[in-house]
């Protein structure tokens, strides 16, 4: 359609057939050799240039003019080297089409899920401190409905002079917490280097905000072997369209690694409009939104985006009425003390009179187990 219309001035001509994007994954160390073939079968000169990208260890995509036949696409699966060949009209993406809404639910430790109907909580402080400290949180969190344990211990800090977590040590408490409560914990690489260590522990890794447009790191964790589920913040200063275009590059490096379910869960944490009343600007629309845009399951940040404990439940309702698969909320027994974002940090009693409210909200919300 697009083109015909771009092309209307030329009569009776056939509009030229839309392009399409083919990806190509290969055996590991195939190496280059191999991506020159697939490229020449395709008629394209044998080493990538404007149309095609190499993401190492092996996966080419290309952009191939019009429609890729059948019988070229088996022809490139024969290949040497060659392990897997996908095929979409340019300007799709796998994020949208690639699989079925109920193959993108994330499957967690404890029977935790996020995308299978339900409001999945998960909560925790903003970094681990201390052994005590988090076992302590994760237990009230637990009873107050928490699904999900959360805790950084790599923080991404805008000033080189904030507290930056206690690195692996805190990576044993999380363990720790998890096998005293049964509660899986999510916790934020910031570097692929990072990677092996927080995968051998975690059992969901976080990419920040602040990283959501550090393109090969959203590879590399979609492509890493543990095949961990990731959980995508959304850039403060990124659009949904952007957001998905970084989403698009886990799914690649998925892709990459066989994964035959995304494992990747969005996140609305607050974007930076010129409103300064709250640190960002909670996105409501953008949690239907996503959702339609992509099979992936959407949850919402209320902390980080109001900055301020006073107004993390108002957003928290609005995330769950606007239809969000989950919250992840910043809760410390005490928040005036935590070493990271105490503003924004709620008391477990808090969680526990929060979740209780949600509950008439929307019916299917885990109701608070015992108090707090
Ligand atoms: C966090 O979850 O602790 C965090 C730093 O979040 P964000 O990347 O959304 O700022
Ligand atoms: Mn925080």
Same mark, same amino acid.
């Not at 299978?116 to 107050?144: F, M, N, R, W």
């Not at 910031?190 to 990419?207: K, P």
């Not at 909670?282 to 109001?306: G, K, N, T, Y």
């Not at 006073?310 to 309702?317: I, Q, T």
């Given at each position: ?5 771009? =092309?209307?001035?030329? %009569?009776?001509?056939p509009a030229p057939a839309e392009p399409t994007t083919v990806i190509l994954c290969f055996e ?14 395709? %008629? +394209?000169? %044998?080493?990538?240039? =404007? ?20 019988? !070229?696409?088996?022809? +490139? ?20 089409? #690639?699989?079925?809404? &109920? ?12 995308? *299978? ?12 401190? @201390? ?6 949180? &994760? ?19 805008? @000033? ?31 570097? &692929? ?15 920040? @905000?602040?990283?959501?447009? =550090? ?15 990731? $959980? ?5 200063? @990124? ?5 998905? *275009? #970084? ?18 869960? $969005?996140?609305?944490?607050? !974007? ?42 108002? +957003?928290?309702?609005?995330?769950? &009425?606007? %239809?969000?698969?989950? $919250? !992840? ?44």
């Amino acid at each position: 359609m697009r083109s015909a219309k771009r =092309n209307g001035k030329a %009569g009776n001509a056939p509009a030229p057939a839309e392009p399409t994007t083919v990806i190509l994954c290969f055996e590991p160390g195939a190496g280059p050799e191999a991506a020159r073939r697939a490229l020449k079968a395709l %008629g +394209l000169p %044998g080493v990538p240039d =404007n149309r095609s990208r190499w993401f190492e260890p092996g996966l080419l995509t290309i952009r191939a003019d019009g429609a890729v036949p059948r019988e !070229i696409q088996e022809r +490139l699966a024969a290949l040497p080297g060659v392990r897997r060949v996908s095929a979409m009209p340019a300007g799709h993406r796998l994020v949208t089409h #690639a699989f079925a809404r &109920a193959d993108a639910a994330v499957a967690l430790a404890g029977g935790a899920a996020v995308g *299978d109907g339900t409001l999945t909580l998960i909560a925790g402080p903003c970094s681990v401190e @201390s052994k005590s400290q988090i076992c302590g949180i &994760a237990a009230q969190v637990k009873a107050a409905g928490a699904r999900v344990l959360r805790g950084g211990v790599f923080k991404p800090r805008t @000033s080189p002079y904030s507290f930056g977590g206690i690195a692996e040590r805190g990576l044993e408490f999380l363990a720790c917490a998890r096998e005293k409560t049964g509660l899986p914990f999510v916790t934020e690489a910031l570097d &692929a280097s990072q990677f092996d260590l927080v995968a051998r522990y975690a059992d969901m890794i976080q990419i920040g @905000s602040r990283n959501m447009s =550090n393109f090969p790191l959203l590879f590399k964790a979609g492509a890493h072997p543990a095949g961990k589920p990731i $959980l995508l913040k959304r850039g403060f200063f @990124s659009t949904v369209e952007e957001y998905l *275009d #970084a989403a698009e590059y886990v799914l690649l490096g998925r892709m990459l690694a066989g994964a035959d379910r995304p494992g990747l869960i $969005l996140c609305e944490r607050g !974007i930076r409009t010129f409103e300064t009343s709250t640190r960002f600007t909670l996105d409501v629309a953008a949690i239907p939104i996503l959702q339609e845009c992509s099979r992936l399951p959407v949850i919402a940040d209320p902390s980080h985006a109001a900055g301020n404990r006073k107004w993390v439940p108002h +957003l928290a309702r609005a995330a769950a &009425a606007a %239809g969000a698969d989950g $919250l !992840i909320i910043e809760v410390h027994t005490r928040p005036d003390r935590a070493w990271c974002d105490g503003d924004q940090t709620i008391t477990p009693e808090q969680l526990r009179v929060l979740m209780g409210e949600m509950t008439a909200l929307a019916p299917f919300v885990p109701a608070p187990r015992g108090s707090a």
